[in-house]
């Protein structure tokens, strides 16, 4: 089974602070993604990753950046956090679809991280 | 731009009956990929059923079954004998060009024992 871990499920933080959140998948797959989930707007992708140390902006990608130094491990960063950030955040990874190329497959997703900014 | 709609917010469903969750997407592609996702409450986002846009058979996971209309757009999720572990918000999503995946508003189901 896939497996994607997040480094917290509920976190905490003030406003201007610096945040990381941090994915892991376990099966080797090329993709990495990052998505804020928020009531009534459902998922929105802010970044994503097609192979270390590349990535792609998504729909909202202002306020966030990212890093992927190595395949398994993919990180959020919020520079300076502010209150419009709270929400929940959801990680996933998919492998290269094999059928097509430069597409990709099935996401599979991660717990969650849901981030409180006060 | 592709979008992807839920027309239902909620639904509710008897245990052991049947119910059709609602889903269009407008799309200007001919290959791609649609899923169905369930997210129990405070609980992991699990992928239900999976869609590829060249089948015509429409895909069927044990009590899950979609009615992939290509045509019309449309791609509804049928889940037969409801559970009560089945309520949950269920989600559509289309998976574009450019491999990203846009998600529908989703579509909270309940289960009445």
């Known amino acids: 089974d896939v497996k994607v871990t997040q480094s917290s499920r509920y976190l905490v933080k003030r406003t201007g602070e610096k945040v990381f959140l941090e994915c892991v998948q376990d099966m080797d797959h090329e993709n990495m993604f990052w998505y804020r989930q928020d009531p009534g707007l459902g998922l929105r992708l802010i970044y994503f990753s097609y192979d270390v140390k590349m990535k792609e902006k998504g729909d909202i990608p202002e306020g966030y950046s990212v890093s992927r130094e190595k395949k398994e491990r993919f990180s959020l960063i919020l520079e300076s956090a502010s209150t419009n950030q709270t929400s929940m955040y959801l990680c996933a990874s998919s492998p290269r679809d094999s059928g097509r190329a430069g597409r990709t497959d099935t996401q599979y997703f991660g717990p969650g991280t849901r981030l409180t900014v006060l | 731009a592709q979008t992807v709609t839920q027309s239902q917010p909620e639904m509710s469903v008897q245990e052991a009956e049947t119910v059709t969750l609602s889903c269009t997407y407008d799309t200007s592609e001919s290959d791609y990929y649609l899923f169905w996702y369930k997210q129990p409450p405070s609980r992991q986002m699990i992928l239900v059923i999976r869609?590829?846009?060249?089948?015509?058979q429409n895909a069927t996971e044990n009590r899950f079954s979609v009615n992939f209309q290509k045509a019309a757009k449309s791609f509804s999720l049928k889940i037969s004998d409801s559970q009560l572990g089945d309520a949950a918000m269920y989600f559509c999503a289309y998976l574009r060009a450019g491999n990203m995946l846009t998600f529908g508003g989703g579509t909270r189901l309940m289960v009445k024992p």
């Open positions: 869609q590829e846009a060249y089948k015509q």
